[in-house]
């Protein structure tokens, strides 16, 4: 079955710290694996996606094909990355391209 | 530039009444549209997603149907409105044959 697994309901920091928020998946074929991230009172919004390999505000995520992980990383974490971050998977079959989103990770940044 | 949108931003129904939430997209021609729920501490469940005008995919059992009366236009909609209706929904679109979704500002049901 597709699944994505984000294990943190909450993860606290503080400013400066380093930041990871993991994310398994379950999938039985090639996956594309996105995180979306949403501010408060902002709508979800792509933050990245492992095919483009790039760092987007400071945050990089490695696709780890034999642990089927994908964890989001940030050495050094900001007040404003305080925000609800989810994890997805983009999947085949009845779904077409539809995602399948973690139960998602608050991640929170305190001075 | 492509935008997409909801409305209403927040309603407040009693248990039994109808539903209709209407979710729009501008700027991009022959797109996949979803519709989510999400709910604090479960994430987003996808509900319907549509590949075509009249094409409508559920993916749970539930209370709710969905509708694509036109190519940019996708509606959730309810007969009667229970109290586990209750919740963030949220309308979606993406480029076919791409995973990358794009987000409405959702719209917060509260069913009384």
């Known amino acids: 079955a597709q699944r994505v697994t984000q294990p943190e309901k909450l993860l606290s920091v503080f400013k400066g710290a380093p930041v990871e928020l993991k994310c398994n998946y379950s999938?039985?074929?090639?996956?594309?694996l996105f995180w979306y991230v949403q501010y408060s009172r902002q709508r979800l919004q792509l933050l990245l996606r492992h095919i483009s390999r790039e760092s987007i505000k400071g945050f990089t995520a490695d696709l780890n094909k034999g642990e089927t992980s994908f964890h989001l990383k940030k050495p050094f974490a900001q007040e404003e990355d305080s925000a609800m971050y989810y994890c997805a998977l983009s999947g085949t079959g009845q779904a077409g391209t539809a995602l399948i989103f973690g139960k998602g990770t608050t991640l929170s940044v305190s001075s | 530039s492509q935008t997409i949108h909801q409305w209403p931003a927040t309603l407040v129904q009693p248990v039994g009444s109808p539903l209709s939430l209407e979710c729009t997209v501008e700027?991009?021609?022959?797109?996949?549209l979803y519709w989510y729920r999400q709910a604090a501490g479960r994430g987003l469940q996808l509900l319907f997603y549509?590949?075509?005008?009249?094409?409508i995919s559920s993916e749970v059992p539930q209370n709710l149907s969905a509708s694509r009366p036109q190519d940019r236009q996708f509606i959730l909609s309810s007969k009667k409105l229970l109290l586990s209706d209750s919740g963030f929904y949220l309308c979606?679109?993406?480029?076919?044959?791409?995973?990358?979704?794009?987000f409405g500002p959702g719209t917060r049901l509260t069913v009384l």
């Open positions: 999938y039985s074929g090639s996956p594309e």
């Open positions: 549509s590949v075509g005008i009249g094409q």
């Open positions: 700027g991009t021609s022959n797109p996949n």
């Open positions: 979606a679109w993406s480029v076919r044959f791409t995973g990358e979704q794009f």
